[in-house]
Structure formats: structure tokens, C-alpha cells
């Protein structure tokens, strides 16, 4: 029989990201973005899910309903301290569980290694922020510390929309309020969260997840009204950042969208986390400020991904920065390897990035 404690202790002690419960396998963590196998624990069986599905969800019949009507359930957790995003779901008709670790130690934003550029854009009175990346990227960690940047230094009220909840931010300089998207939780959906915040005078808005069409819709019209939104998207760059909220959209509708998220759009941080020659997860940023340039790009009747990307390139004074730039960067500052460098763009890239690392190198 497994003992679910253990495990979490391990995960503290070992100060893992992530833990993966999965049944024919011993319970595994994410380390310094490694997989590792608790080799002292037992193979994990389909009772023992069963039983760690109970541990969780508690005897909360709302939660067992939503999880047998959906096959899968999306919840919060408190062990020790430590506050755990807690996804359930189903492999051979056998509950799996993935178990997020989030520790009330936020950091501070400046230590991130995301360009301050991010950082002054908090200060627009209205417009669209969002922080990409792919999963286990570090944007939820981006987010909550631009919540905490923006607590401590700005007189704002911060209405954020997440599911879960992860990290508990109190008033400081700004009112925060918090509300959790989901079945009988505080709000039903993200776009039902973002209507209802335009009757709730707030200064900012913050969407844990923008996931489709409508909350899109919900976010522009938020922030067209006059209010700073923030959000997070699942993509990989800037410019495909701008692609898929395009592609919300059919084609007819794609000609007025692009004027408004050309109009509306201020900036993209797009970031990959990679494990560095010190052991320890570096960020790797990609930054695009929406200017006139970048505007003009976003506007054209034949939307191009290489566009954005060499507007990006060759606007670095506007405050882009570039993902050739920021991997060379890491290189020159021995922070990664030649290879990591390389495995992160396209072939027909690697001449660019030579050349970016020799200028830097000069520079230095």
C-alpha cells in the first residue's frame, strides 16, 4: 500500500516541480526539469490510485460528480505548508494523477531572468499583456510575480481569474482579488469571469489561461474598455503567439481581429526553461513590444510567422528581444551549451546565431 505522505515528503525534501502518480509505475518527480523514479517505493498498483484519488478528493461529492462527468478533475491541495494544483485523470479507465508543487515563497520578479521590459509594461493604463510558453515553462511563476511587482508598487485593483488558485497574494499598495474558474467553484468559465469583471472596477485583469474564442472575445472587449489585461497562452514563440489568436477566429472575422490586436496588443513574453551547465532551470526569454513596425505586420492580409520574427530581430533598440539574442546570450555568459544553443532554433538559424554570438563576444 502506498503512503501518498511519503511521497509528498520526498517531493518537498527533494524540491521537485512536479510529481506523476501512474499505476504499473513507482511514483516519479520532476527535478530541475528531470524525470526521477522514487527507487525506494513501491510499483504504484490500481488500488493504490483509487486510494490516492480518495485522498484527495476527500468524500467532496462535487468534485466526484465532476470528475465522473468529465473523466477528469482539475483541483487545489494544502500539505504542509505547501499548496498543490492537483489534475486527475483517467488511463485504462484507472485514475492518474499529476501533482504540481507551489511554494508560498514567490520570487521576486527581477530574479526571474525575464527583461524588465515586462516589468515597465505593467504600468499601461490599458491594453493586453500575455506570458507564453509551452507547460513547465514558468508562466504561472511569471504571472504571480508580476501580481506581486505590481502589489508592492502600484495603487491598482487586480482582479485575477485562475483554476486553481495557486499562489494566495495578500493586499499590499493594491486590492487583489482572487476568484477560482470551475463547477462549484467561483465562477463557472474564464469568459463568464471576464464579463463580470467589467461591473467589478477593477484596474487589471488577470486570466490564468486563455483557452478559447470567447474568452479571447471577453479579453479584448475588456480591454477595450479601458482596463489592463494579462493572461497566459499555451504557445511556443511571439509570432505564433499572434497566429493562434488569429485562428480563434474564422476567416471572415480574421480582418477586424487583426486591427484590434494590432490596436490592442502591447506585448508578448514568450519563455522556454532549460536546464543549465549549473544544474539549475535558466530561463530563455523571447520579448515582442507592439509597435507601429510589429502593428503593421500583425494588420497584412497574408499573416506571416518569419515577419514577426525578423521585425523582432531587427527592432531591438524598441525593446525586443529576440530569441537568437537570448540564446546567445546564455551561451556567451557559459550559462548553457553550444548544443542547448542550437537545439533551440531551426538549421536555417544557426548561421544567425553564430554571428550573434561572435558580436557579443566582441562586445564583452
Known amino acids: 500500500m502506498i503512503q501518498i505522505e511519503k511521497v509528498l515528503d520526498k517531493a518537498i525534501k527533494e524540491r521537485a516541480s512536479d510529481v506523476h502518480l501512474i499505476y504499473n509505475i513507482k511514483p516519479t518527480l520532476r527535478i530541475n526539469g528531470t524525470l526521477v523514479e522514487?527507487?525506494?517505493?513501491?510499483?504504484?498498483?490500481?488500488?493504490?490510485?483509487?486510494?490516492?484519488?480518495?485522498?484527495?478528493?476527500?468524500g467532496n461529492i462535487e468534485k466526484d460528480e465532476v470528475f465522473k462527468e468529465r473523466r477528469r478533475l482539475d483541483t487545489s491541495f494544502e500539505y504542509n505548508d505547501i499548496r498543490l494544483r492537483v489534475n486527475?485523470?483517467?488511463?485504462?479507465?484507472?485514475?492518474?494523477?499529476?501533482?504540481r508543487l507551489i511554494r508560498k515563497e514567490l520570487p521576486k520578479f527581477q530574479d526571474l531572468g525575464v527583461p524588465d521590459i515586462v516589468r515597465r509594461m505593467t504600468y499601461q493604463p490599458q491594453g493586453v499583456m500575455l506570458v507564453t510558453g509551452k507547460t513547465n515553462s514558468g508562466k504561472t511563476t511569471t504571472l504571480n510575480a508580476l501580481i506581486n511587482e505590481i502589489n508592492?508598487?502600484?495603487?491598482?485593483?487586480?482582479?485575477?481569474?485562475?483554476?486553481?488558485?495557486?499562489?494566495?497574494?495578500?493586499?499590499?499598495?493594491?486590492?487583489?482579488?482572487?476568484?477560482?474558474?470551475?463547477?462549484?467553484?467561483?465562477?463557472?468559465?474564464?469568459s463568464e469571469g471576464v464579463k463580470n469583471s467589467l461591473r467589478e472596477d477593477c484596474d487589471i485583469l488577470v486570466i490564468g489561461e486563455i483557452r478559447d474564442k470567447e474568452t479571447m472575445e471577453a479579453a479584448i472587449d475588456m480591454a477595450e474598455s479601458g482596463h489592463l489585461v494579462i493572461g497566459t497562452l499555451h504557445t511556443k514563440s511571439c509570432a505564433e503567439t499572434?497566429?493562434?489568436?488569429?485562428?480563434?477566429?474564422?476567416?471572415?472575422?480574421?480582418?477586424?481581429?487583426?486591427?484590434?490586436?494590432?490596436?490592442?496588443l502591447k506585448l508578448v513574453v514568450s519563455q522556454r526553461l532549460l536546464k543549465g551547465?549549473?544544474?539549475?532551470?535558466?530561463?530563455?526569454?523571447?520579448?515582442?513590444?507592439?509597435?507601429?513596425?510589429?502593428?503593421?505586420?500583425?494588420?497584412?492580409?497574408?499573416?506571416?510567422?518569419?515577419?514577426?520574427?525578423?521585425?523582432?530581430?531587427?527592432?531591438?533598440?524598441?525593446?525586443?528581444?529576440?530569441?537568437?539574442?537570448?540564446?546567445?546570450?546564455?551561451?556567451?555568459?557559459?550559462?548553457?551549451?553550444?548544443?542547448?544553443?542550437?537545439?533551440?532554433?531551426?538549421?536555417?538559424?544557426?548561421?544567425?546565431?553564430?554571428?550573434?554570438?561572435?558580436?557579443?563576444?566582441?562586445?564583452?
Open 88 to 99: 486527475i485523470s483517467l488511463s485504462d479507465d484507472v485514475p492518474i494523477l499529476t501533482l
Open 277 to 364: 551547465t549549473d544544474g539549475k532551470l535558466t530561463m530563455l526569454p523571447e520579448v515582442m513590444v507592439v509597435d507601429n513596425v510589429i502593428a503593421g505586420c500583425i494588420r497584412k492580409e497574408k499573416f506571416s510567422v518569419s515577419e514577426i520574427e525578423d521585425a523582432i530581430q531587427s527592432n531591438l533598440d524598441k525593446g525586443n528581444v529576440s530569441l537568437i539574442n537570448s540564446i546567445a546570450k546564455l551561451f556567451v555568459e557559459e550559462k548553457i551549451t553550444l548544443e542547448q544553443a542550437k537545439s533551440q532554433i531551426e538549421e536555417k538559424n544557426i548561421e544567425t546565431l553564430n554571428r550573434t554570438i561572435m558580436q557579443l563576444k566582441i562586445k564583452k
Open 38 to 58: 522514487c527507487s525506494e517505493m513501491p510499483v504504484l498498483t490500481q488500488e493504490d490510485m483509487y486510494e490516492i484519488y480518495d485522498y484527495f478528493v476527500r
Open 152 to 190: 508592492e508598487t502600484q495603487y491598482r485593483k487586480i482582479l485575477t481569474l485562475e483554476n486553481p488558485v495557486e499562489y494566495k497574494h495578500a493586499c499590499k499598495k493594491s486590492i487583489i482579488v482572487q476568484k477560482e474558474v470551475g463547477l462549484g467553484r467561483d465562477v463557472l468559465t474564464f
Open 242 to 264: 499572434i497566429d493562434r489568436m488569429i485562428n480563434f477566429y474564422e476567416i471572415k472575422e480574421q480582418a477586424s481581429v487583426k486591427y484590434l490586436i494590432s490596436s490592442l
